[in-house]
């Protein structure tokens, strides 16, 4: 079935920016694959813990402290 994930690459391996690299690391692993191009951010996602209006970055990413605090008003 589907698969939803913060990103597309083996731990520790380089992110992926390209539908390339995500084969390399998954092969037949995963069944179909959709190339959309290059990321143009180029960098992966941030992953955020919010807990008791406090901000936890799990893993930092294309997205700020600063603009997850701006759209959160904490």
């Not at 190339?35 to 901000?55: A, F, M």
């Amino acid at each position: 079935g589907p698969m939803v994930a913060t990103s597309a690459n083996i731990h520790s391996h380089p992110d992926s920016v390209e539908v390339n690299a995500a084969i390399d690391d998954f092969g037949a692993a995963v069944s179909a694959y959709i190339d959309c191009g290059r990321c143009t951010l180029g960098k992966p996602s941030t992953i955020v813990w919010l807990e008791n209006g406090e901000i936890e970055i799990i893993r930092q990413g294309a997205i700020s402290r600063e603009q997850i605090k701006e759209v959160l008003k904490c």
